[in-house]
């Protein structure tokens, strides 16, 4: 099994509208998760982080986590074109110092 | 801005050369990562540092070795490139304070 598993895609999605992105991890000791973007051709950056269980939201995107179950998710609302991207999953172990490990990505694709 | 620099965009290297790759990063962050990026492996990680002259293994280290002698340069070395280490090369940096990591552009290296 791997480390983090996510659905490849491509994941395509009207513009407009809501965009979910999903993410299982198998390390249970897992306290911090993160959500970066990456355009084609580009370095990932940073969009969303979650550290407790529930949903954390940040203009246009919620982030869902879910230890018990170890499924970490990114909604994307009202998606535009400039969503695009691939968008990798990473849990890290501790807060702060982090030896990430990143999923493969989703590649989404918003269709205006 | 935080700025991670990387000393090539695109390299050719023939089998059994040795290859540097530059990173520099001018926030004074204590931590920096070296990662390769492959279609369908995602991003992996090299190796790391969390202080100068200190290095601790990642999840691929075979055929690489790093240097870390001054806070805000961090060089990979491939001893003795090989076709197989064709792949983007991503180096990142990280406050220690903080949990986001800052990518530089990446290097594409290509091994003939």
């Known amino acids: 099994q791997k480390e983090v598993e996510q659905n490849s895609g491509p994941l395509s999605v009207p513009e407009g509208a809501i965009a979910s992105l999903n993410c299982t991890y198998s390390d249970r000791g897992s306290q911090s998760f993160f959500w970066y973007r990456q355009y084609s051709g580009k370095s990932p950056e940073l969009i969303m982080s979650?550290?407790?269980?529930g949903d954390k939201e940040d203009g246009r995107f919620t982030a869902q986590l879910n230890k018990a179950s170890q499924y970490v998710s990114l909604l994307i609302r009202d998606s535009q074109p400039s969503d695009s991207a691939t968008y990798l999953c990473?849990?890290?172990?501790?807060?702060?110092?982090?030896?990430?490990?990143f999923g493969t990505g989703t590649r989404l694709t918003i269709i205006p | 801005d935080v700025k991670v620099t990387q000393s090539s965009r695109y390299l050719v290297k023939r089998t059994g050369e040795k290859v540097f790759l530059e990173c520099v990063q001018d926030m004074d962050h204590e931590n920096m990562f070296w990662y390769r990026q492959d279609p369908g492996l995602g991003l992996r990680l090299i190796y790391f540092s969390y202080d100068v002259k200190m290095k601790e293994k990642g999840d691929i280290p075979e055929g690489y070795s790093v240097s870390r002698e001054k806070k805000e340069r961090f060089s990979l070395i491939l001893e003795s490139a090989s076709t197989n280490q064709t792949s983007m090369y991503l180096c990142?940096?990280?406050?220690?304070?903080?949990?986001?990591?800052?990518f530089g552009p990446g290097t594409r290296l290509t091994v003939t």
């Open positions: 990473a849990p890290g172990a501790n807060f702060g110092n982090e030896k990430l490990t």
């Open positions: 990142a940096s990280l406050p220690g304070d903080s949990y986001e990591q800052y």
């Open positions: 979650i550290y407790s269980n």
